[in-house]
């Protein structure tokens, strides 16, 4: 198995069609994972969406410094793939950085990828609600740059409030032996012990077209 940077069109089948998110997230930076130079998994890394996330990690100094990230999708999760992408993808990631992700509670995700590459367990995401749009997947931020609050208030047959579901924090440091040091002593969240439970998959149905080795 080899790991090599990809560009953003290579993500785009992968991410509408295959991720159970089915939208495309913030991309800096994107990486493949080949198995006899094939494609069978991607992982995606951008700006987190909350700038205020970016300050509340490490606080100002490092606020430039913070990628999440954002999307792992792999076609077979066969043994070791997931680890093996994660882990050689950070590698190839600019240093020093700062790199959050999440496990989906309600996807019934622990984050045992992150446990295995050694990210820091910082507990769960705040409660907090989204505006969605009835019979859509549009939610959040997108619902609030297109229609304005008026708007979702008059119209209860087609905006409701949801609870967004919580989700697992994940951080791992990127940098020389200082750095890390550095960025941890600035830490602004609690290290929590790795939660456990079942995890639960998905079926993808969807078989990409983009396969080969491109570069």
Known sequence: MKVHQI?????????????????LPPITYSFGLYDNDILEGIVTYGSPPSPSLCIGICGEDYRNSVLELNRL?????????????????????PKPSIIVSYADTKMNHHGYIYQATNFIYTGLSIKQSDWVLINSNKHGKTISE???????????????????SRKHRYIYFLG??????????????????????????YEVGHKPTVQGLLF
């Open 7 to 23: 560009k953003y069109h290579e993500c785009e089948e992968w991410l509408l069609k295959i991720h159970y998110a089915k939208r």
């Open 176 to 201: 020389d032996k200082k750095q890390k040091k550095e960025m941890l002593g600035k830490l602004n969240y609690n290290i929590e012990p790795y939660p456990k439970g079942d995890n639960k998959n």
């Open 146 to 164: 297109q229609y304005t609050l008026e708007e979702r208030k008059n119209n209860p047959d087609k905006f409701k409030i949801v609870q967004r």
């Open 73 to 93: 999708c792999l076609l077979n999760n066969k043994k070791n793939q997931a680890s093996f992408l994660v882990g050689n993808s950070l590698k190839l990631l």
